[in-house]
């Protein structure tokens, strides 16, 4: 699989340090509030992402922090601390606001169809691990102890922006745009590890440390859970764009200065999802959160399927017509698929092995050019495949699978397709399929006598050609708040 890696700024092929098994850290909510569909939208292309290389055949072990601790409003280690904010908001304790915060964003994860990473850990259970790595930092020469505060060095390091796209005047520009200075850095750049001298007096979490009772900065949280769990090579790493800097320049810098040589080759960064007064962040005030758009009558593929309809590396603009037109088209894909489960009377879908006896049937069946059309099921796959590998184009992959839909493939060869797509995709397409059959059997079952007996005789009446007749009983019908639509399977009404 090739992405677009942000350290060398090229679509590369991903090679992982072990052959066959591949290595991904996610960098995982703050867990103070209730993540917002921008958030949402990191995790979603990042699902997309892990999936694919598990398609590809790869071993994947993905490991997510949970930020529970020593993240401040700026990411430059100023401002106030996010988990007390949020404390302070709703009266509670830091850690029932983490507990609380952290079942939510997992609850949004099973409605969007994310997959939960292998191993999570959240930083208030890892202190001994960031304790350690500071202490060696501390001994190779890389840190140093100023205010009480123990701060990176970066003047220690050959390059500190290796994402190359930021500099120290950007640096500068975050300084006066308000935040405080904080006098006790060396260098501008340079970033705190841990925290003694915190400004806040009633800050909870505190742990004892060589340095003072303290708390650890945010950056050293990603390398230490990463390199605890994960080895001292890590292949992939992600994160929303906003990360880059500082988030993973400092995780780079401190990493690979603890390790002594190169840590994580590929980054991939999700852009932001924007609304029209710009990006989504929760510490506006007001976000839009996966139980919203439930309230306001989404199902939540709907989020999803608008989120795989752009690439991760464009903004993604947010507003109630776009999704309005994501869900349209969502509804009309479902709609396709339960026509294939239509096709030739339906029967729930169980998947490949209670369908071995047809699959066998159908590879005799064969198209004009005398092709056996089972085959297209594969080529159309690999296809699929083949646009999620470049870079993961999640859009084109989507009109691959509407080839697949329109291809002439037996119905349980396409059925099968569809499915391992899916299984990429995430869009739930064959359960909200019989979910759409079910409804549409239940509302042809709920009809009255009445109603089901002029419905009978309208459809006597097209059989004897008399179309005066039918659209007497078709005007009827409409007087009693019933439509009728003519389907591939036969006359049916529905409440107007
Ligand atoms: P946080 O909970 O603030 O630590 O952020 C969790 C993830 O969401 C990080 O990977 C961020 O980079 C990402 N993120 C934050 N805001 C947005 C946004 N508006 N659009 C997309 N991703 C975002
Ligand atoms: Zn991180």
Same mark, same amino acid.
């Given at each position: 699989m090739q992405i677009f890696n942000s350290l060398t700024r090229k679509k590369e092929k991903i090679i992982p340090h072990t052959p066959g098994k591949l290595s991904m850290y996610t960098c995982g909510p703050t867990v103070y509030h209730y993540a917002h569909i921008g958030n949402l939208r990191t995790y979603i292309m990042e699902d997309v992402l892990e999936k694919t290389l598990r398609a590809e055949g790869l071993d994947v072990t993905r490991v997510m922090n949970i930020t529970d601790v020593g993240h401040l409003t700026s990411d430059g280690d100023t401002g106030d601390d996010k988990m007390l904010k949020g404390a302070k908001r709703e009266h509670k304790t830091v850690m029932e606001i983490a507990k609380f915060y952290t079942d939510a964003f997992f609850v949004d994860c099973v409605k969007l169809n994310i997959k939960r990473p292998d191993i999570i850990q959240p930083a208030t259970k890892c202190i001994d691990e960031f304790i350690k790595v500071i202490s060696a930092l501390m001994d190779k020469g890389y840190a140093y102890e100023a205010g009480g505060n123990i701060y990176f060095d970066t003047s220690k390091l050959k390059k500190y922006y290796v994402f190359g796209d930021v500099t120290e005047e950007d640096l500068e520009v975050g300084v006066r745009e308000g935040v405080e200075a904080d006098d006790n850095k060396r260098n501008k750049a340079d970033f705190v590890?841990? *925290?003694? &001298?915190? &400004? *806040?007096?009633? %800050?909870?979490l505190k742990w004892d440390s060589p340095w003072g009772i303290g708390y650890p900065g945010w950056h050293i949280e990603c390398s230490c859970i990463s390199m605890k769990n994960l080895g001292e090579y890590l292949d992939l790493h992600c994160g929303g764009i906003d990360n880059q800097f500082p988030h993973h320049t400092n995780e780079i810098a401190q990493s690979e200065a603890y390790l002594g040589h190169e840590w994580c080759p590929y980054w991939f960064h999700v852009h932001h999802l924007n609304t029209s007064g710009g990006k989504m962040s929760k510490s506006k005030g007001e976000f839009l959160t996966v139980s919203l758009l439930e309230e306001k009558g989404y199902d939540p593929m709907v989020y999803r399927f608008f989120c795989l %309809?752009?690439?991760?590396?464009k903004t993604l603009t947010f507003d109630w017509e776009n999704l309005n037109n994501a869900k349209g088209a969502y509804e009309k894909l479902v709609a396709r698929v339960a026509a294939v489960l239509k096709q030739d009377g339906y029967t729930p879908y169980k998947g490949e092995d209670a369908t071995v006896k047809m699959l066998e049937e159908a590879k005799s069946e064969t198209d004009k050019t005398g092709q056996q059309t089972f085959i297209k099921a594969d080529v159309i796959y690999d296809e699929f495949l083949d646009c999620l590998s470049d870079d993961l184009n999640t859009a084109q992959a989507i009109t691959v699978m509407y080839d697949l839909l329109k291809a002439d493939i037996p119905k349980y060869y396409k059925l099968m397709a569809i499915e391992k797509m899916d299984k990429v995709l995430g869009l739930r397409l064959i359960e909200r399929a019989e979910q759409l059959i079910k409804k549409e059997q239940d509302d042809q079952s709920d009809i009255p006598a009445d109603i089901a007996e002029l419905v009978a005789e309208r459809r006597e009446a097209r059989k004897a050609k008399d179309f005066a007749k039918a659209d007497e009983i078709r005007d009827k019908l409409a007087e009693l708040g019933w439509e009728v639509k003519e389907t591939r399977e036969g006359t049916k009404v529905y409440r107007k």
């Open positions: 590890l841990w *925290f003694t &001298k915190s &400004k *806040f007096d009633d %800050q909870e %309809q752009s690439h991760y590396r």
